[in-house]
């Protein structure tokens, strides 16, 4: 099973922003951390990130054909990228959302996600963890469908 993972604007700076939110670990800690959880079992990960639109719609493109499953934390793009949702429905490989903080519990603007219709599972609220919730989710989902 193969999963690329896709992280958007401002998690490359993990660990410095806003750590009392985000926790002190790197976005690099988050994927050791990740790839030694997931050591022994059948799931390949390929880690990206972007501070661009563009550069995370055209991976969600070219994933069709190449992974299983797509977990993306869209960072900001989450509120407001259309274009992003546009391309995870149109690439119709099954792709959960993950958030490291409770965005539900935050400033207004951040409770709505116009990807949430397009994704078949949201995890939010658990920091690292809710990567490995989300691809735990996304291996499940894969294994009923096969």
Request: net charge negative.
């Given at each position: 099973m193969k999963i690329i993972i896709i992280n958007g604007p401002n998690l490359n700076l993990l660990g410095?922003?806003?750590?009392?939110?985000?926790?002190?670990?790197?976005?690099?800690?988050?994927?050791?951390?990740?790839?030694?959880?997931?050591?022994?079992?059948?799931?390949?990960?390929?880690?990206?990130?972007?501070?661009?639109?563009?550069?995370?719609?055209?991976?969600?493109?070219d994933s069709?054909?190449?992974?299983?499953?797509?977990?993306?934390?869209?960072g900001a793009y989450t509120h407001y990228s259309y274009a992003i949702?546009?391309?995870?429905?149109?690439?119709?490989?099954?792709?959960?959302e993950v958030h490291l903080s409770d965005v539900n519990n935050r400033e207004d603007f951040r409770k709505i996600s116009v990807i949430e219709s397009v994704c078949i599972h949201s995890v939010m609220g658990m920091g690292k963890k809710g990567y490995l919730e989300g691809i735990h989710f996304l291996r499940d989902y894969l294994n009923s469908e096969g």
């Open positions: 410095k922003r806003e750590p009392e939110i985000y926790g002190v670990e790197t976005l690099e800690d988050i994927l050791m951390w990740v790839v030694k959880k997931i050591d022994n079992e059948d799931i390949k990960i390929d880690w990206f990130q972007s501070n661009h639109e563009g550069e995370i719609i055209d991976r969600i493109h069709i054909g190449k992974f299983d499953g797509i977990l993306i934390n869209p949702r546009d391309a995870i429905s149109g690439a119709a490989i099954p792709t959960v």
